[in-house]
């Protein structure tokens, strides 16, 4: 290796640029209107003074804006700067730096005029730095400076002695205008940019209510229609909340059907599964025939938006023996010797309702594409969230390129990934786009579980990239707690999930507290995949005023809308957990304790993060009971709570902080 | 954006591989008879069975050699492997991973033979993949590995069955013939390669004893000599040192020569401070003459070598006004606009006795070329290990230049940094090529300072690159500890140094517990730096025996030849800090509990972590307190200690689990 002065650092040095997930090998993310805060380690040899900005741009094709970051940790060399993201999109950042001769000349010549030194090199020396910075004005033509500095020009003339000279230099305008017109040459930059990928706010931010259209008729005998489903809208607005997720819409094959609860084969006549896609009607691009139109779903989507519900649609890359590309592209899928086409097996098991397409065939480009306008498709009809069905059976390079190719044209486009395996996965598919998962939240109850849990998921940087949509529920999980709890379980749950995170779902029925299980199963009896369900969903015991509470608390309190605010605190009994939210801006506190033992009241002492509140040690603060409804004053740390899990398993406390007003403060 | 297959993910994901330095920007460092254990997330969707390799080389030029990964956390798709590391230099390490469709096949159809279903799809499925793997066998002309396949078809003739034929695949024979001539062209490997240096063992395991040659004499008013060293090794020797580091040994200037204890100007006949480098006699690359002859310093780094000590130079890139370089090289110095040379300043204080090179002039490759062969110089006078005198107020790009080049000449080159700077910049410079680093370890007294700084620095990623020299004091740092604490304070400190990192050292003069201070200052009384000073070595409250006993322990026990191996454990009483360290193979284990109060006796109950040192909870462990040599059979976790600072302020305990003998054992 001979001299090279190309080497990897450079004088100045930029490190740990934060946020940053895999040292910038992935985006990290955000939401429209979020405010993205960006911080770097920046040093240089020496005592130089540096200037550091962040640049920033909503598009690999512009220029960057750039603004100053500001040292906010000199010991530790750290820099920052915020800024607000106002487009959807795929952001580019990076950090830029340059050492300032004439403000380092400015510190020393400061402290030897201040030492009574003699000045008359440092006169000299910065009339060099000024006149360089002269010729870059001229270069510009930047008139109103070059005015300033002839006015500067002239009072160094009339400045009798080196020390006037100097403190010319020194003066606020010497100061501006050279911060105005600086020497770059010497700047380093980060290479290469961070991305974050802005995304809307529902990505972030929302209430999901999942159904199977066909069970929201009123015949068991008859499947459900679009127009069932928008005679529902009114009640599921009502509930409070902003997502309605379909499991899948398009035509159920006719070949394997499965009948109720898993049997095979299937009575004449059995609705089958709407996971087995494709038939005589279509495929992913078509709607089942027996829950309307086209156009029908349309209508639904408009009606939605009227009350305020976007609708997800559920993406499953599988094809029952009837769809239309078996015919169409045998070269999608893949055969066997004796020319059988290849189905679903996990030996011994054999799912022969199934076959999947083949990614990595020769034809590949022209199924990724089929699969990419599938999704424009749905787009075009209006939806912009797409759950995604089973992701990790397919390629994480898929993903990736079909998600990216999908927002550059609908960049308010919403996934979530249904990655129910091991962690890896998991994160992966989050890493390279999906905007949501769902997570292992419904197998974690007790208050370690949950602590652990949610500590790894929203205090960690598996936050920059990963949003857990916390479900309750699903189709596929009725979880043993909410089997043996009952309703004082399905009311705990629906406290955590809606409050743990910014984005949860139920599965519709759970709002009825529906808990038959196949038995030793985790799996629903008389599962919904299977049969058309009729439900009277204002039956006794149902818990729709707790839900609709709820999603009422989450819209009302700002803290609630955000993920990576979640805190756990102090609470002395182990059945009981407790937690807090605040805001961004400070201004909306809310305090969470919730008792997760489903059988017993239990009481706890909650210890209050009163530094954490901005108070004193004896600090006073306002509490409203958000569920109960009731106010009170409370001062000091701790306070106890009773929580009958039958009656009320949790308490949601608004709170406050009472600043004590003293003498010398204006408004006495 | 259209179709793209060459994705950044690949079908193959391989995240997470550890160790690594900012994603494997920087190299890892490891010494040479280390192992090296390599981990990554492997996985792929579906459940197609993987194969990993670990990839590595010792040499960027030459080919990969290869050993298989051992899925050590399913659950978590975790690969791992270890290897020894026996060659010094920069090795690279990569992971490389495919997919196994014969095995994949293997398991499945295991399955479905088991359960007794159809298997004639199989058998053909098998024999194709069969088939192509003889194909690759032929290409190489593998002789054995063709005859045994011949017998597999040999035996697949005689089969008389589907069953019988899957069998046969299935066979312990055809599974190693597969597994040897794997079809690997899908194969994804994690570019760019990682990097480990591989530096010699004191680069991680030395005692180091710091000394100024001019004082080893016994003449105050006569500069000792390398001779004068040379009569000192044996002493030092014995105390068990490893590393005899010398302050600069250069010509020492003799304009503007600073006087005893910084005072300016020197009387005639100062001897100056070793940190002004350069005079009529020459630079960087000669001795002072007073101390010696080059020959005669050849002959001090034999004669260390005889007694088991290495020989450490200190380089300081600074210049005195008589340095060669600024009459031969003025384009290597910065000048003001009246033509003076630019000395050292930090407002208002001025050192004129200083000047520095500039590193950004037009001239610099011939600077950092000439710099470099002043490293080599040494090294060919036998020097391996150098301390760089504040390496932070160069450029950092210098130093990460200027040590790749002196380790291509010399691998087992060693660098210490003295980068008392802020932490962002200690940090790089380790991560740039400096071996090991000074740290903030002397201002660090407390049990909880202790315990966060020594948990920052070994515990967590920053020990893969930066190896902490725990000095007790040097020539600028006489501690307030030390200073008020008193021999007591001595013992304390040079027990944490020893044994808590497996490199430190002591600036000669500690053994005497010499402590006069400057008034409010941390700098020494009549300073070394700037006078000859002459002890006598054998003092009355000399620690000298504590020191050498250290030493002893320290060789004899492997866990304290290790770095990351520090673990923190339980001490009821806030002055008694505790910890232990195990070896590599488990073989040795040392709990150490030091008393932190140098005043004060203090009593505490040690926790055992028995279950890490593999007892059940009513286990018990030989002790033996190796530096008060009593030995003792403890039972259970909690076991008392009295520390009395004045006596014995610390317990070195090796420790022997007993592991209890059972009936079935066969050794009963």
Redesign the interface.
Same mark, same amino acid.
Do not use: I
């Given at each position: +290796?001979t001299? &090279?002065?190309s080497? /990897?650092? *450079?004088?100045i040095?930029i #490190?740990?640029t934060r946020p940053s997930v $895999?040292?910038g *090998?992935w985006p990290v993310k955000r939401e429209l209107g979020d405010h993205l805060t960006v911080e770097a380690?920046v040093?240089? =040899?020496?005592?130089g003074v540096l200037r550091v900005l962040l640049r920033l741009r909503d598009n690999p094709h512009e220029g960057w804006s750039e603004r100053p970051m500001r040292l906010v940790n000199t010991?530790? $060399?750290r820099w920052q700067a915020t800024v607000p993201l106002g487009s959807l999109g795929r952001w580019q950042y990076t950090v830029a730096a340059w050492e300032d001769p004439f403000a380092s000349w400015a510190k020393? !010549?400061a402290?030897?005029l &201040? !030492?009574g030194?003699d000045v !008359?090199?440092e006169a000299? #020396?910065a009339r /060099?730095l000024f006149d360089a910075a002269l010729l870059r004005m001229e270069a510009e033509g930047a008139e109103a400076d070059l005015i300033l500095a002839r006015s500067l020009v002239t009072r160094l003339t009339q400045a009798k002695t080196d020390a006037g000279k100097v403190e010319v230099f020194l003066s606020p305008e010497a100061a501006g205008l050279m911060e105005r017109w600086p020497d770059r040459s010497g700047q380093v930059v980060h290479e290469p940019p961070l991305e974050v990928v802005v995304e809307p706010l529902n990505a972030r931010y929302a209430a999901w209510y999942e159904i199977f259209p066909r069970s929201q008729g009123s015949d068991p005998g008859r499947s459900g229609t679009f127009d069932d489903c928008i005679a529902r809208l009114p009640e599921i607005a009502a509930m409070g909340f902003d997502v309605l997720y379909l499991v899948p819409i398009h035509p159920i094959g006719e070949t394997f059907r499965k009948g109720p609860n898993n049997s095979f084969p299937a009575e004449e006549g059995a609705p089958g599964s709407p996971y087995a896609i494709g038939s005589r009607h279509g495929g992913h691009k078509a709607v089942h025939p027996e829950l309307g139109t086209i156009e029908d779903f349309r209508r639904l989507v408009a009606e939605a938006e009227k009350h305020g519900l976007a609708l997800a649609l559920d993406i499953a890359i599988q094809c029952s023996r009837d769809h239309p590309w078996i015919d169409e592209h045998p070269e999608w899928f893949e055969f066997? %010797? $004796?020319g059988?086409i290849r189905y679903a097996?996990?030996?011994?098991k054999k799912y022969q309702d199934i076959v999947n397409v083949t990614f990595?065939g020769e034809h *590949? =480009?022209a199924l990724?594409?089929e699969l990419l306008s599938m999704f424009v498709y749905w787009c075009e009809q209006g939806v912009r969230i797409f759950r995604v069905d089973n992701p990790?059976?397919?390629?994480? %390079?898929f993903w990736?390129?079909v998600i990216?190719?999908v927002k550059?044209r609908y960049p308010d486009a919403v996934f979530l990934a249904e990655a129910f395996t /091991?962690? %890896?996965?998991l994160k +992966?598919l989050a890493k390279?786009g999906f905007s949501q998962s769902y997570t292992y939240f419904t197998w974690r109850n007790l208050k370690w579980e949950l602590t652990d849990y949610l500590t790894d998921l929203v205090m960690t940087d598996t936050a920059e990239y990963l949003r857990p949509n916390l479900f309750t529920n699903t189709p596929d999980i009725l979880p043993e707690y909410l089997q043996r709890g009952g309703r004082p379980a399905f009311m705990i749950r629906a406290v955590l999930a809606a409050t743990l995170s910014s984005v949860y779902g139920i599965y519709s029925g759970y709002e009825l507290c529906e808990n038959a299980a196949l038995p030793g199963r985790e799996e629903y009896l008389d599962s919904e995949k299977y049969e058309i369900r009729v439900r009277d969903w204002d039956q006794p015991g149902n818990i729709k005023d707790l839900i609709t509470a709820l999603n009422r608390i989450r819209r009302d309190n700002a803290a609630l809308h955000e993920l990576r605010n979640l805190r756990f605190h102090e609470a002395d009994d182990e059945n009981v957990l407790f937690y807090s939210k605040v805001s961004f801006d400070g201004s909306n506190m809310v305090f969470v304790a919730v008792n997760l033992d489903p059988f017993e009241t239990h009481e706890a002492v909650l210890e209050f993060p009163l530094d954490r509140m901005g108070l004193p040690e004896d600090g006073s603060f306002a509490v409203e009971d958000l569920l109960a409804g009731s106010r009170r004053l409370w001062r000091g740390a701790h306070h106890g709570v009773r929580l009958d899990p039958a009656v009320n398993p949790a308490a949601i406390l608004r709170v406050t902080p009472w600043k004590p007003v003293f003498f010398r403060d204006p408004y006495y």
């Open positions: +290796m001299f &090279d002065p080497l /990897r650092s *450079r004088p040095v #490190e740990n $895999d040292c *090998r380690d040093f240089k =040899e020496g005592h010991g530790l $060399d020393d !010549a402290k030897k &201040d !030492a030194q !008359a090199l000299v #020396e /060099r066997r %010797p $004796d059988s097996e996990n030996p011994p990595y *590949r =480009e990724w594409n990790h059976t397919k390629p994480v %390079p990736e390129w990216r190719e550059e /091991r962690p %890896p996965m +992966m390279v």
